[in-house]
């Protein structure tokens, strides 16, 4: 049934995606594409909302930003970008500070007005208090860069909700995604380029996909129809590298979000796209409002739509964020070693393939590097 396709590959988002615009248009083969779920786009999809007319990301803001002037330009050739660019703020004991922590979050905190020669030196006071000489994990990482009384406040109850664990069974890494400011930049990232693409994220995958080398097939579980490929048949996998296997060794950790999503009749609920909530008694660790994320938009001016984020484990069911660390590492090593030994046609990648925390434009750089290096190389 599926013999007349050169490769097939399994998830609609970033990582087959753009292989599947190279392999189509640049080496003019057919591929097929096919996705559990009932749309492309991964967890990067957009639709819009039926009663204000909102684009919305179903699975959390994405916001577009990379230095990577290949991928930015790779990117162009589907989409424009609008001028959006992205700050966020948290909530702490119901007070509102800049995130990530920069000088205004540390002049607020503690109701002083350091310039920003002066953090240095208040920091080390603060942290010689508390630190670690070898920081083992998330918890010690962080305390090491800002010191316990700002850890306490804005990363420890956020972290707990968002990973489900004491931060001190985190690893250090991840604390190293969030900057930390000494001035008073409230950008949340420092790349050359941002922005969110004009006509949304599914416009660009609906671009990615238009030729017609390229068959989709929607709500269909790769595993379920995978005996019936001829065992030469290319495959490039982008789902989770366990369910490959059949979770035959256990279950790599991931945690995954839900999301409630409400009408409110204000113009203008948070004043921003993205509100963290720092506390831990607070069930939700953020709402969105997409409404911020297309300001060239004409959208309604009596209502608005949020959208609150909540965390919990994957336990199998749609896996967001690898937990990593020690146990996983070795976990996720174990399978790929099998998966090279037994399943020689496969390619493994992308966020959940490659069990990494990556951003979209990490996985846009992979896919290229896959496609240039292994499929058409
Ligand atoms: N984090 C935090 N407080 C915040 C925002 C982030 O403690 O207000 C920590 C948290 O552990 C999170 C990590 O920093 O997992 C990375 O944050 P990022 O915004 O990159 O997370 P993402 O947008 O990928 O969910």
């Known amino acids: 049934m599926y013999k007349s396709f050169d490769y097939v590959l399994v998830g609609a988002g970033f990582f087959c995606s753009v292989i599947a615009e190279r392999i189509a248009n640049d080496m003019n083969k057919k591929v097929l594409i096919i996705e559990k779920r009932n749309h492309i786009g991964g967890n990067c999809y957009s639709e819009i909302d039926n009663k204000t007319r909102i684009e919305y990301h179903k699975y959390g803001t994405h916001i577009f930003h990379t230095s990577d002037k290949e991928v930015w330009g790779y990117l162009l050739k589907f989409t424009s970008f609008n001028s959006y660019y992205h700050q966020v703020l948290t909530v702490y004991n119901g007070q509102v500070y800049q995130m990530p922590i920069n000088l205004e979050t540390i002049n607020s905190f503690y109701k002083i007005n350091l310039k920003p020669y002066e953090v240095d030196a208040f920091l080390k006071k603060e942290i010689e208090t508390e630190s670690y000489d070898e920081p083992k994990n998330f918890e010690e990482q962080a305390i090491n860069i800002i010191g316990r009384p700002l850890y306490d406040a804005f990363i420890k109850g956020y972290t707990k909700k968002q990973w489900g664990r004491d931060p001190k ?13 000494k001035n008073y930049s409230e950008s949340y990232f420092f790349d050359t380029y941002q922005g969110i693409p004009t006509d949304g994220y599914t416009e660009i995958f609906n ?18 129809i995978r ?18 296997l059949d979770y035959k060794y256990g279950a790599l950790d991931y945690r995954t979000l839900s999301f409630e999503k409400e009408v409110v009749e204000y113009e203008d609920y948070q004043g921003t796209s993205v509100m963290n909530y720092a506390n831990q008694d607070i069930p939700y660790t953020r709402i969105h409002e997409p409404k911020h994320l297309h300001p ?17 484990e994957a336990n199998r069911e749609d896996p967001y964020y690898p937990i990593g660390g020690e146990k996983n590492r070795l976990l996720y090593n174990k399978y790929l070693k099998e998966i090279k030994k037994t399943c020689p046609n ?6 959940l393939g490659d069990y990494k925390y990556y951003d979209m434009h990490h996985v846009i750089r992979e896919a290229l590097n896959v496609y240039s290096k292994d499929i058409r190389g």
Do not use: C, W
Not at 298 to 310: A, G, N, Q, R, V
């Open 296 to 312: 060239e938009r004409d959208y309604p001016s009596d209502k608005t739509l949020i959208i609150k984020e909540f965390s919990a």
């Open 207 to 224: 671009k990615l996909l238009a030729s017609k080398n390229i068959m989709l097939k929607l709500d269909t579980d790769f595993h379920q």
């Open 346 to 351: 496969f390619i493994v990648g992308g966020r």
């Open 227 to 244: 005996d019936q490929f001829s065992s030469g048949t290319k495959i490039i996998y982008s789902g989770s590298i366990d369910s490959l």
């Open 169 to 181: 069974e985190l690893p250090a890494h991840i604390i190293k995604r969030l900057p930390f400011r």
